[in-house]
T-cell receptor, first 115, second 113 residues
Framework: NAGVTQTPKFQVLKTGQSMTLQCAQD?????MSWYRQDPGMGLRLIHY???????DQGEVPNGYNVSRSTTEDFPLRLLSAAPSQTSVYFC??????????????FGEGSRLTVL | GQQVMQIPQYQHVQEGEDFTTYCNSS?????IQWYKQRPGGHPVFLIQ?????EVKKQKRLTFQFGEAKKNSSLHITATQTTDVGTYFC?????????????FGKGTKLSVKP
């Protein structure tokens, strides 16, 4: 049972490049989300999904796209990377459709640097 | 939008001293969760509080939810070096968007042996 798996763990991009951060969970959780973590800013919600085909925006969605074609996978796409997107990204899932009523399980994080 | 304010931002203690972090909101919270993140690690769930005035204990950790459900605290008795890390609260508002779990900025705890 791997839990929540994120790839890659580290990535360096140039401004304007695109990339996808992958997230997969094997716990059959309907709820999945992406957070970014910046020093002194805590964890800020980017996008979340309550099931396949359903996504919604969080606090800081601009510059990011998501899709949810399967229960297991929730990739985060950066279409044109900017230095302001340098951050540590965490994917998380929950057995509860409302994560406030069930714990979040986090992946180990993906550290992205945009030059 | 909803905010949960955490104080203090940093806390440095001598091993054996107590530690408390506070989470405050201007709006009523449906429930509140606490997470711990070790340096270089990912957040790990500690506990969830649901009821007004609720108090829960986990060994040396005591969690409280305010009577008005607008604030919460985490208290660690006799800190150890293993307590080092950043402690986050997370919550949603009553009537807020399901799925929109908002985190406080965290309190970073360092423990001097």
């Amino acid at each position: 049972n791997a839990g929540v798996t994120q790839t890659p763990k580290f990535q360096v991009l140039k401004t304007g490049q695109s990339m996808t951060l992958q997230c997969a969970q094997d716990m059959n959780h309907e709820y999945m989300s992406w957070y970014r973590q910046d020093p002194g800013m805590g964890l800020r919600l980017i996008h979340y999904s309550v099931g396949a085909g359903i996504t919604d925006q969080g606090e800081v969605p601009n510059g990011y796209n998501v899709s949810r074609s399967t229960t297991e996978d929730f990739p985060l796409r950066l279409l044109s990377a900017a230095p302001s997107q340098t951050s540590v990204y965490f994917c998380a899932s929950s057995y509860s459709l409302d994560p406030a009523t069930g714990e979040l399980f986090f992946g180990e994080g993906s550290r992205l640097t945009v030059l | 939008g909803q905010q949960v304010m955490q104080i203090p931002q940093y806390q440095h203690v001598q091993e054996g001293e107590d530690f408390t972090t506070y989470c405050n909101s201007s709006t009523t919270l449906s429930n509140i969760q606490w997470y711990k993140q070790r340096p270089g690690g990912h957040p790990v769930f500690l506990i969830q509080l649901v009821k007004s005035g609720e108090v829960k204990k986990q060994k040396r950790l005591t969690f409280q939810f305010g009577e008005a459900k607008k604030n919460s605290s985490l208290h660690i008795t006799a800190t150890q070096t293993t307590d080092v890390g950043t402690y986050f609260c997370a919550a949603t508002n009553y009537g807020g968007s399901q799925g929109n779990l908002i985190f406080g900025k965290g309190t970073k705890l360092s423990v001097k042996p």
